[in-house]
């Protein structure tokens, strides 16, 4: 057994141990070299629009001129995208990566509070919005350093069809809100004003902030995790050793589910199978489960990707079950953990094993995959994929051996640089041996796979998105009529985990009514209160810290 990295010898034959992080320099050379491999392929569709490598290639182009000479933006500015999943985003991030900008890829459903953080935070010049949520932009952009608007609609790039449904849209389902953004230009716009322009030749380095992608890491407020175009092409390198001979280049169809602003889709999905010169079939709407059963029905995919509840939703779904599978070769969850009930129930209807699969915000994502001939699901979130170094380490840094309970830390060419602007966080999480400490606890058996057991900190993970207790405690705690409150996690069906919040009245008026309403206001869905309990006072530790496991593993009190 290798003693190193044991989980080398759990390795497919096909699978290096290591990859070579410098074949390419930039996230740009990955997508010209598709773009010259496959340029009259399909390299994204919608709503059955699809657009070439070579389409993709002149838009995001076109796209990059308009930054670069009609914003005369410097490179490294910020260019931050509020899309949903639609033709629009994928030409929004290469046109940003061309013009050797940073993409900050924001949450369509932000509030209007976590809207301004976020823009406030990353010094965002640009922001790129659908028009359904233009007035939540028009609220707070006075109080950021935005300098130009560019809006877009869902059928803008859908020619004909577009049209209709813009006006469905926007007159019969009344979906877009009025709004008013004086000097707001539209995606068309942009596009056209770029096309008169020729691009310069940009010289972009491997550790140039490619994405500043939001998480609140392990606790706290959101903060940009640096990932660089290095860390992404380690990561698209990493997937493509990993998933190496089961990938039919040119012919993949992969379904592209969670939206692209999650890091999971962006890279698992977006980059690695653009370097395949495959095709990525975008679900705007992948809630609405019997439309999504539709989009399935029409595309012959080979490939899927979600979180537990994604999965878990198709699967009952009417029709999901009738669905042609004999073409799918990889179903691949992560985001949050795959129950085993979910994955088995996946694997009688579709005769698919739902791999899991294990990475953060902060690495790029992947960490840990588990191999693709494996029979049947098996609770682990895999072994460290190529490049990869994972151990397990107590309280005071020792590394525990194998079977042992403690922190996973991680170390690789796809963990981030840092968090923007906030050198002490960073240091709170990647420790001076450049290991980056998760937060999750786990064990490693005896051939190599990680298992994730617990959860260091008290993160709630909601359908595959981090949600932290402080954020949303301070929000309630705002309220006039809360004297104490404390956010935890609960088990829910739908979401894997519920925010419940145990909240100590000032107000005695005060009703779980009140407080859903106020944090429909301040908070996005996923981050809402699913459970509201009412005590007369919260569990403290003898220096006055609340206790909230013991608010998690404690009946409800009346």
């Not at 899991?356 to 682990?380: I, Q, R, V």
């Not at 301070?474 to 894997?496: C, F, T, Y």
Request: proline share 5%.
């Amino acid at each position: 057994m290798s003693t190193n990295r044991p989980w080398l010898d759990s390795y497919s034959p096909s699978v290096p141990h290591d990859i070579d992080i410098s074949e390419f320099p930039s996230i740009v050379s990955v997508l010209d070299q598709a773009i010259q491999m496959y340029a009259d392929r399909p390299a994204f569709s919608n709503f059955g629009k699809e657009l070439s490598y070579r389409e993709i290639d002149k838009l995001s182009t076109d796209f990059a001129n308009y930054l670069i000479h009609e914003l005369k933006l410097k490179k490294g500015e910020r260019v931050a995208i509020m899309l949903p999943n639609i033709l629009q985003y994928p030409v929004a991030i290469f046109g940003v990566l061309r013009a050797g900008m940073t993409v900050v890829n924001t949450n369509p459903l932000y509030t209007e509070r976590e809207l301004k953080h976020q823009l406030e935070d990353s010094g965002a010049s640009v922001l790129v919005v659908l028009e359904n949520f233009a007035t939540t932009a028009q609220q707070i952009l006075a109080e950021t350093k935005v300098k130009q608007v560019v809006v877009t609609s869902i059928g803008e790039m859908l020619g004909a069809k577009g049209l209709l449904m813009n006006f469905v849209l926007r007159h019969v389902k009344q979906a877009v809100p009025s709004y008013d953004l004086p000097g707001a230009i539209s995606f068309s716009q942009a596009l056209a004003k770029g096309r008169n322009h020729t691009l310069p030749n940009i010289t972009i380095q491997a550790d140039e902030i490619a994405f500043l992608q939001y998480t609140g890491g392990t606790t706290g407020v959101a903060k940009g995790a640096m990932l660089s175009h290095s860390n992404l092409v380690a990561n698209m390198q990493q997937a493509s050793a990993w998933l190496g001979e089961n990938i039919n280049e040119g012919k993949e169809i992969i379904i592209t589910a969670l939206p692209l602003y999650h890091i999971f889709a962006l890279t698992a999905n977006c980059l690695v199978f653009m370097k395949f010169g495959g095709l990525n079939y975008l679900i705007t709407n992948p809630r609405d489960m019997p439309g999504f059963v539709k989009e399935l029905r029409k595309s012959k995919f080979t490939a899927i990707t979600g979180v537990n509840t994604l999965f878990n939703g198709l699967l009952n779904t009417p029709g999901f079950a009738e669905l042609d599978f004999s073409r799918v070769r990889l179903a691949l969850g992560g985001g949050m953990a795959v129950q085993k009930a979910v994955a088995d129930k996946w694997k009688k209807a579709t005769g698919i094993t739902l791999l899991e699969a294990y990475g953060l915000t902060e690495t790029s994502p992947a960490c840990c995959m588990n191999p693709l001939d494996l029979k049947d699901f098996n609770g682990a979130i895999g072994l460290p994929i190529s490049s990869t170094y994972c151990c397990v380490k107590d309280d005071d840094g020792n590394t525990m051996p194998e079977g042992e309970i403690g922190e996973l830390c991680v170390k690789g060419p796809q963990v981030m640089q840092g968090y923007w602007q906030r050198p002490d966080e960073t240091a709170k999480v990647i420790d001076a041996e450049g290991w980056l400490h998760t937060g999750d606890i786990a064990k490693m058996d005896d051939k190599g796979f990680f298992y994730i057991v617990d959860r260091k900190k008290d993160m709630i993970l909601v359908s595959g998105f981090n949600v932290f207790p402080n954020e949303i405690e301070d929000v309630v705690a705002s309220m006039p009529g809360v004297l104490e409150v404390a956010a935890v996690g609960i088990h829910d069906e739908k979401s894997g985990e519920a925010v419940k919040l145990v909240v100590v009245k000032k107000d005695p008026a005060l009703t779980a009514a009140d407080i859903k309403a106020f944090c429909k206001e301040e908070l996005t869905g996923y981050k809402q209160p699913k459970v509201i309990e009412f005590r007369t006072e919260l569990p403290k530790t003898n220096v006055g810290k609340i206790l909230r496991r013991e608010l998690r593993d404690s009946p409800k009190q009346e």
